[in-house]
């Protein structure tokens, strides 16, 4: 155990809640230290994800015992065993506890010689009729920039069933890469310090972040379903690589993204599959809804185009040739048919996860995925919004960007508007294959209510809610100047499909489904510089369920 790993365990002791009973008899004779409380996650009507870590008090695997109970007496337990904590795991414990009743909540902890575990609050899913479901819905939570109040929030609100984080739970980069120096607040040091790319530097990264008081409440008393992006792995992350990735100085990819993923593995209170590098998943909630989880980022995804390849033989040609170069790019490059963001395999897979979900008569079909997928292009009045003091390259960077929009051409190809067809093939699938398709993503730091057109009647093929960040900086960091308000008001003029946004603020989002609707509470915080951060504002959605029809539109307010 390295250096750094001890003055993190010594960092966590007065996190670690008391363990003052005696452990139950017939547990463990193993000693040591619950590290990072319990976590839960992944339930289904009959199981749900158990999580701890336990470093034992001397070298090698350790064996502890764990109980899940019908409250937080423990009088009546209904499921229990024993598990291993070793070092090849990061000594984390993952448990599939099963033979639960459906649609009930649980306490759980873990035991050994030393003590309990913290004790954890989870649930189940419902089997059959369920009159609602309330997500609490995550994306983009970087150490550095801040604390996370939005964790915070969500663990004391006792309407939220389930936990959903749609990627960029941790970032990859060193102190000072991102956020730069200059932005990073005060007292927010990540472990390790400089880039991770070992199996190692994965693992202290995970265990760093989860010292966050509020995250580790969160993980406590709600369970979690996880999925990644890119910044778990490498920024702009693709099959074969990433923009973050340098194979000459960082070794081999594959080696390096199955590392990420065994310290994913390891750290999310998720199911853990055969191949580590397959996270797409469905999990139903009752007859009211499936949430089906997908992988954007690696699994499949082809190469990120580039505008700068395409427009760069054009730039000195005026602006008639770069709009030509442009469209050609679009329509050749950006739209081919054959252009994949899913991968054939898990897009056939989520095609019968909708018909699945549909033929057994849930209300919604909860596409729970990384990047934003309503169309977004850049205002021509944006540029106006930069500072003064901005640099020439980003300055050019954001009138291309401008231009671009003109044509109605998004600016970022990183996200599904660089993978048209796809973005297409997906919509066509909600519209014929979902009752009521609602996706979920994050990604991009604000918050962004899109209405995703092809539906029936004029209606939406789905309705998205793309999340606020819980504390990545978003576009006020660059487009910083113009009164409050300008930047969301230029991006509802230049975007058809959009019908809210928040381009300010760090926060997350609710989501209840019933059979009626989806009603979003947007919970926006005024700054991510302490933990207790008071809320600026929530702004309420609702879209509308049909039996037969499709999803309504979002009505904002
Ligand atoms: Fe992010």
């Known amino acids: 155990m390295t250096k750094l790993t001890r003055r993190a365990l010594v960092a966590a002791v007065p996190l670690i809640a008391a363990a003052t009973a005696a452990p139950a008899r017939g547990a463990s004779t193993a000693r040591g230290t619950f590290t990072h409380s319990v976590a839960s996650g992944d339930p289904t009507s009959g199981a749900v994800i158990l999580w701890t870590r336990f470093v034992p008090a001397s070298p090698g695997a350790a064996t502890i015992g764990w109980e899940v109970a019908e409250d937080e007496t423990f ?18 414990v993952k448990v599939d506890a099963r033979g639960l009743a459906p649609g009930r909540s649980y306490a759980f902890r873990f035991s050994s010689a030393s003590g309990f575990s913290p004790t954890g609050l989870t649930r189940t899913a419902p089997a059959g009729d369920a009159r609602s479901l309330t997500m609490a819905v995550f994306s983009c939570s970087n150490y550095g920039f801040g604390h996370f109040p939005a964790y915070g929030h969500a663990a004391k609100n006792a309407d939220i069933d389930l936990c959903v984080h749609t990627g960029d ?182 095609r019968a996860q909708l018909r699945r979900s549909k033929a057994r008569g849930a209300t919604w079909q909860v596409l729970g995925q990384q990047l934003v997928m309503g169309k977004q292009s ?122 809210w946004c928040d381009a300010t603020h760090r926060g997350y989002s609710t989501v209840k489904l019933t059979r009626a609707a989806a009603e979003v509470d947007w919970i926006a915080f005024e700054n991510v510089a302490t933990r207790d951060a008071p809320v600026a504002s929530i702004t309420k959605s609702r879209a509308e369920a049909t039996r037969a029809h499709g999803v309504g539109s979002w009505q904002i307010g």
């Open 75 to 92: 009088r009546r337990i209904v499921a229990r065993g024993e598990a291993t904590s070793s070092l090849f795991d990061d000594y984390c």
């Open 169 to 350: 739970y941790i970032y990859e980069y060193g102190i000072g890469g991102y956020p730069p120096l200059a932005d990073t607040a005060p007292g927010r040091v990540i472990d390790p310090a400089t880039e991770i790319v070992s199996l190692s530097d994965y693992h202290r990264r995970y265990a760093c972040y989860r010292l966050d008081p509020d995250l580790q409440e969160l993980h406590r008393v709600k369970p979690f379903v996880a999925i990644w992006d890119d910044h778990e792995l490498a920024n702009d992350a693709w099959r074969d690589g990433a923009q973050n990735h340098q194979p000459d100085t960082e070794g081999a990819w594959v080696v390096r993204r199955a590392m990420a993923a065994k310290a994913y593995a390891d750290w999310l209170p998720i199911r853990r599959q055969a191949d580590l590098l397959h996270i797409y998943r469905t999990l139903d909630w009752g007859t009211l809804a499936s949430v089906i989880l997908l992988d954007t980022r690696l699994i499949g995804r082809e190469k990120q185009l580039d505008w700068r390849t395409a427009l760069a033989p054009a730039m000195d040609q005026g602006e008639a040739a770069v709009a030509a170069a442009a469209q050609n790019y679009m329509r050749d490059e950006i739209s081919a048919p054959s252009r994949t963001l899913l991968g054939q395999a898990q897009e056939d897979w989520m």
């Open 378 to 499: 850049m205002p021509a009045d944006m540029p106006a919004l930069l500072p003064d003091t901005v640099s020439e390259g980003s300055r050019r960077w954001a009138t291309t960007g401008a231009g671009l929009g003109r044509l109605g051409l998004s600016w970022n190809l990183d996200s599904w508007g660089g993978y048209e067809a796809a973005r297409q093939r997906f919509l066509q699938a909600c519209a014929t294959d979902a009752n009521n398709a609602i996706v979920l993503s994050g990604d991009s730091h604000n918050g962004w209510a899109n209405n995703l057109p092809g539906g029936r009647d004029g209606r939406p093929a789905a309705v998205e809610m793309a999340g606020l960040s819980v504390s990545s900086g978003g576009m006020e960091r660059a487009f910083s100047k113009g009164e409050p308000g300008a930047r969301e008001r230029a991006m509802l003029a230049a975007n058809r499909e959009l019908a």
